[in-house]
Every structure is written in structure tokens, then in C-alpha cells.
């Protein structure tokens, strides 16, 4: 799995969110990294585990001692006193009830915290385009998809050990999922990587379409070749017309010729204007004769 990308993504998102004037922006992102990392202890010293992030657990450690929480460090673990645990629990408290999704951008931050935290997206040159963010509470499900409907995006949900996921899969979503997490980089790399892959996706199609079309017309013109050839053999192709007898021989010089080619090689070679569904119906008119000699009944 590829996750260069989903980390610039973040490492973008991340300086956004700590460079924005609105402090509620850093406020929600140590909100959320202390919901999922911190372990509360009534009777003994609390434990905040680190991220996998290592940029993130450098904001942490300066950010609590920004708001005047005192800890101490062991085996990369983070633990506070009593005291010190209050004052995170109140800063907990204080952060959670302006949770709320009645302005855009109190949203987008939030969003963007948790993304931070518990969210992935793969390189959009993987063979699936894939955006998840996980929710470790029924909460956090609710506040998540709060705003993914207020953005008009609508995410599958999994359900797996204790952990709520929600996903999309939808190129156009993930893109206007990456403006609203305001990382125009983000957008400008994944709809770089998008356009890209769908135009080979195009092309790989069109060639797909081009080869079934080639085989369908080497079939019938290798079909069309024994009715003529039959006929010829026969010496029945006097009972067709000078046209017709012309498109037959012209037929076997040309068998890899479509319909459309076809009438156009005859047309240029016999100065005569005949469409191409004039051509299919003479050339059908060869294997219905072919058919009926042998005694199959075939169109």
C-alpha cells in the first residue's frame, strides 16, 4: 500500500490547520488526537500514546505545554499527574461542546483533524480510487457524517472491531472531500493523477473496442470469402449483378476492410456512390445464396 501520498496530504492538511487564524483549527485537532490517543486514569497516572504521525506528536508535546500542562516522557509515552490530567479533561470538555457544524468552516476543521488522525487515501494511480476515515465512537460516527452530508457526499459505512469506517469510493467525492479539507496542492496532485489515469483508461478502452471491432470484421469478412468463393467455384456469380459481382471480387482483395471502408474503396475504385448499408445488404446476399445452396438456413 502506498501511502506517500495520503502523507503529503497530511503533511499539507496539518500546516493549514496549525498556520490558521482561527485557533479553534489547533483547538479541535488536539481535541480529537487526545479522544483517540489519551487513557484517562482515575487512580494513577494517565497515558497519551503517540500517533504514527511523528509531526504530529512534536505539535502535541509543544501544545500541551502551550496550555500549561505539565508531563513527563517514557518509552515514547506521554504521562500526567492528577492535576494535570484534570486540566485536560477540562480542556476536553470545553473543545467537545464546540463541536458544532453551524459554520462551514468550524466543520472543515474538524474534519480535517480527524482525517489527520484516522483518515487514508490511496494514490489515485492504485488500480481503486479509496478515501476512508474512521470513528471510534457512535459520536464521532454521527459528527463525521454530519458533515459529509452537509458537503452532499454520501459514505459506505463498515463496521469493524469496534471501529465505525466510512468510505468512498467516488473519484469527483474524494476531490471535492480534498477542497473542503482546504489542501488545494492535494486537489491540484490528485486531479493531476485522475485526468492522467482516466485518458489511458480512455485510450485502453478505445483500443479494447477498436480490437472486438477488428475481430468482428476479420469473422464476417472470412465468412463473407467462403460464400463468394463457393459461388465463384459454382460459376454462379452471373446470376448477381455487375455491382454486386465488383464488391465480391473487391471482397477477397480487401478482407480486413470494414463496412464503411469497404464502401469507400468501391466507390473510389468504380467512381460509383453506394453506401455502406448497401454494401452489407449485397454482401449478406452472398451468404443467404451460400446457405441456401448448402442447406443451412442462415441469414
Known sequence: MNSSFNLKIKEEIF???????????KDFLVYFFLLKFFKFEKNSDSILKPSRIEFLNSFMENYLLFLGISYWKKDRLIYFDKTNTQIIEKF???????????????????????????????????????????????????????????????PKERYKNNTHYLYIKKSSWISDIL????????????EDQRIERDFHAQL?????????????IISASKKQKIAIQFLIDKDLMKTFSEN???????????????????????????????????????????????????GENKK
Not at 464521532?140 to 458533515?147: A, Q
Not at 477542497?179 to 490528485?190: E, I, R, S
Not at 477477397?252 to 466507390?267: I, K, M, T, V
Open 15 to 25: 500546516f493549514n490547520l496549525v498556520n490558521a487564524k482561527d485557533n479553534k483549527a
Open 92 to 154: 476536553k470538555g470545553k473543545i467537545k461542546s464546540k463541536v458544532k457544524m453551524n459554520k462551514k468552516q468550524n466543520a472543515s476543521f474538524v474534519f480535517s483533524s480527524q482525517f489527520l488522525l484516522s483518515g487514508y487515501i490511496n494514490d489515485p494511480t492504485s488500480k481503486y480510487y479509496h478515501f476512508e476515515i474512521r470513528a471510534n465512537s457512535t459520536w464521532e460516527k454521527h459528527v463525521l457524517l454530519k458533515i459529509f452530508d452537509e458537503i452532499n457526499i454520501e
Open 204 to 216: 485502453k478502452k478505445i483500443d479494447s473496442i477498436s480490437e472486438y471491432n477488428n475481430k468482428k
Open 179 to 190: 477542497k473542503f479539507m482546504n489542501a488545494p496542492d492535494a486537489v491540484f496532485a490528485f
Open 244 to 294: 454486386k459481382v465488383n464488391l465480391a471480387y473487391l471482397r477477397l482483395e480487401n478482407l480486413n476492410l470494414s463496412l464503411e471502408d469497404l464502401a469507400f474503396e468501391y466507390n473510389k475504385k468504380y467512381d460509383k456512390n453506394f453506401s455502406k448499408s448497401t454494401i452489407n445488404h449485397w454482401l449478406r446476399e452472398f451468404n443467404s445464396k451460400y446457405y441456401f445452396l448448402i
